[in-house]
Structures are given as structure tokens and as C-alpha cells.
């Protein structure tokens, strides 16, 4: 959480509920600094949306305040909270030309002809659109037509630009070219951005801050590295990229470690993170990268004997799917570099970890 003298945006116990009695958003505390870009992530119906539409106006929260640059926002109206947003199907105006969709904020602010024209052109030669003006939104791509939507949410210089799913009809590599595109402009004009997606790589690629959301409660919120490094609980650590999951008992806790037995009797040393002590049953989380195929002697307190079930080669990776302590489905990424490790289906190879990239979190 920010300072709440730095706060730009805050949500102050903000609860939603449709139907008077089961909430969507239980008690959420946020606070977002000026020229910060955050995103909401989530599973579907997690909450994240309803946050941005109670944010933007069109849905009122059932408890609680949301307070936009020191001033309470509930009972303000969309078109007056000075907010730029940008939808996943666009939301141009299909009769108007480019230069019309950007000019029309403007002229609905009554500004003058020659602050509008210098506004519009200036926002689309941000987003490399210059020489588009005079065509209409059926005569641009996709991804063309995308960035029209988001120089018209900021060409009026809102306080706020909040985007829901902005890139989700896009194709994969025009997404990830987006990404990179929305991130510069962003960092470039030092605009306040709530996002909102429930694609985790690009809130790693895109945000300082991100909240994951699950059953309308925010699980962490965390800087991107922080959040696939070192989540907090076994939620955020399956949502956050792949991850081999082990369920066990806590033996012996020692120090920042612990010591846990896995159901198939096999002990494990791990970073004691979020658990409830010896005796109790933890999940261990250990993300496919960390692991070593044919370990140096003495370099990983954790070995153990693999058998080789899969192998899917992925360009800088092979994905390899291994038999480990009675599981069939513990992965293992091992880089395709000169020192790349040959391996074959059915062989039989030793693998290690360090307890510090081990984490033993709640029992989920």
C-alpha cells in the first residue's frame, strides 16, 4: 500500500454486491500513487473488473469510498470524473473519421478548433498513427484501430486511464507488440493507468504494481519480480507462471527454513514462508526453472531420482515433463543453451533444488 498522502487513487473499504447478500469485492483497501501503472489480475469473477467499473462510474460500490486525487468519487458521474478508458472492442465511433473519434472528447469539453486539431494530431503521431486521420475505423487493423482507442483516452489529458481487457481481440504477437507500446507511451507521459486482464504475462511485462485478485479479495499486491519470485501464498504462486506444486507435512521448522515430509515419505528442505508451524500440512512451490538436471555433488541439499516422461521442445527451452516422488506432472524447464542438457523419454536422471527457491505456503 502507498502512503496515504501520496495516494492518487483509493478505495477505502470498498465492498460490491449485486444481490444484497453475496459479495464480489469484500473490503478492499487499495492505494494507487500518481503516475503509477497497476493491474488488477484474476481468474474470471474474481472482482477485478466490478473494481474498475466502481472506479470508472458505472458501478456504484454497496460500502466504503473511492477518493480520485483527494476528492470522494462515489456519487460523481462517469462523465465528470475527467477519466480516459480504453475497452477491449475499441468503442470508436464506426461513421467518424480517426481524427473525429479523438476530436470528440475534446469538443465535448467545448475546447477551442485550434487546441483540438493541435490535441488530435499530436496524439495520434504518439502512437504512430499520423497519417491515419482522414480513414475510419473499418479501414484500420486491429491493431491500428487499438491504438486509436488509446490516443483518444489520453488526448484530453485525463487524471486516470483505466483499461479492461484492452488487448484480448488481438493476435499474439500484435499483443505482445501492444504491450511494449502501451508500457512507453506510458512511461513517457507519467499518466496514472489502472489495467485490468486476466493474462498474467502481461501484467508481468507491463505494470510497476500488481494486484492479484481471487473470490473479491486482493491475495497480494506486489511489484511483477517480486510477485513471481516470492509469492505469498499457494494461490498467487499457481497463478503466477507455471509452478510445481508438492503437498507435505512440516516436520522441523529451523530458522527462515523448515523441514517437510512429502505424502510419499520423501523429506524436503524449503524457505518457511506461509505456514502454520511443525505438524501442520504446507504446499511447497517450486517454479520449473530453478530446478538442476544432474546436479554438482553437494551444490542442492534437495536430490532426487527422475524419470524422464515428456519432452517438448519450445525454442529457448526444452519443457521437461518428469516422474518426481510419485508425481507424473513435475516440470522442468532446462535452458537450450550450449551446455544444454540431452535428455530421453524413460531415462532415469538426478534432480535438485535449493531450499531457498522451495517455499512452503498454506495448505491450498
Not at 460500502?63 to 456519487?75: E, F, K, M, S
Not at 458521474?77 to 464506426?94: C, D, E, S, T, W
Not at 467518424?96 to 475534446?106: D, H, V
Not at 512429502?262 to 530453478?290: F, M, Q, W
Request: hydrophobic share 40%; glycine share 8%; aromatic share 6%.
Amino acid at each position: 500500500m502507498a502512503d496515504n498522502n501520496d495516494a492518487f487513487v483509493r478505495f477505502v473499504e470498498v465492498q460490491k454486491s449485486y444481490d444484497g447478500e453475496t459479495l464480489v469485492v469484500k473490503d478492499l483497501n487499495l492505494d494507487i500513487p500518481q503516475g503509477e501503472f497497476v493491474t488488477m489480475l484474476g481468474p474470471s469473477g474474481s472482482g477485478k473488473t466490478t473494481c474498475l467499473m466502481m472506479l470508472a462510474g458505472f458501478e456504484t460500490a454497496t460500502h466504503g469510498d473511492i477518493v480520485l486525487d483527494g476528492n470522494p468519487i462515489n456519487n460523481v458521474a462517469p462523465h465528470k470524473r475527467n477519466i480516459g478508458m480504453v475497452f477491449q472492442n475499441y468503442a470508436l465511433f464506426p461513421h467518424m473519421t480517426i481524427n473525429e473519434n479523438l476530436a470528440f472528447p475534446l469538443k465535448v469539453r467545448k475546447m477551442p478548433e485550434a487546441e483540438v486539431q493541435e490535441r488530435v494530431k499530436k496524439a495520434l503521431d504518439m502512437v504512430e498513427l499520423g497519417a491515419f486521420g482522414t480513414r475510419r475505423p473499418a479501414q484500420l487493423s486491429g491493431g491500428q484501430q487499438q491504438r486509436v482507442a488509446v490516443a483518444r483516452a489520453l488526448v484530453f489529458e485525463p487524471k486516470l486511464v483505466l483499461m479492461d481487457e484492452p488487448l484480448g481481440a488481438l493476435d499474439k504477437q500484435l499483443r505482445e507488440q501492444m504491450q511494449y507500446e502501451i508500457k512507453h507511451i506510458h512511461e513517457s507521459l507519467a499518466v496514472t493507468v489502472v489495467y485490468v486482464t486476466h493474462d498474467q504475462s502481461e501484467a508481468l511485462t507491463m505494470s510497476n504494481r500488481i494486484a492479484v485478485f481471487n473470490d473479491g479479495i486482493i491475495q497480494q499486491l506486489a511489484p511483477p519480480e517480486d510477485l513471481y519470485e516470492r509469492p505469498d501464498n499457494a494461490f498467487v504462486a499457481q497463478f503466477i507462471g507455471e509452478n510445481n506444486k508438492l503437498i507435505g507435512t512440516v516436520k522441523e521448522q529451523h530458522g527462515t527454513n523448515c523441514t517437510v515430509e512429502t505424502e510419499d515419505g520423501s523429506t524436503i528442505e524449503a524457505l518457511a514462508v506461509n505456514n502454520s508451524g511443525s505438524g501442520t500440512k504446507t504446499t511447497l512451490s517450486l517454479r520449473p526453472e530453478r530446478v538442476v538436471i544432474r546436479p554438482e555433488a553437494g551444490r542442492c541439499p534437495n536430490i532426487f531420482e527422475a524419470t524422464v516422461i515428456e519432452l517438448i521442445y519450445l525454442g529457448d527451452h526444452m519443457r521437461t515433463r518428469v516422474n518426481l516422488l510419485g508425481h507424473d506432472d513435475f516440470v522442468i524447464k532446462v535452458p537450450n543453451s550450449s551446455g544444454h542438457q540431452h535428455l530421453k523419454e524413460g531415462e532415469k536422471v538426478s534432480v535438485g533444488w535449493l531450499p531457498e527457491d522451495c517455499r512452503a505456503l498454506d495448505y491450498a
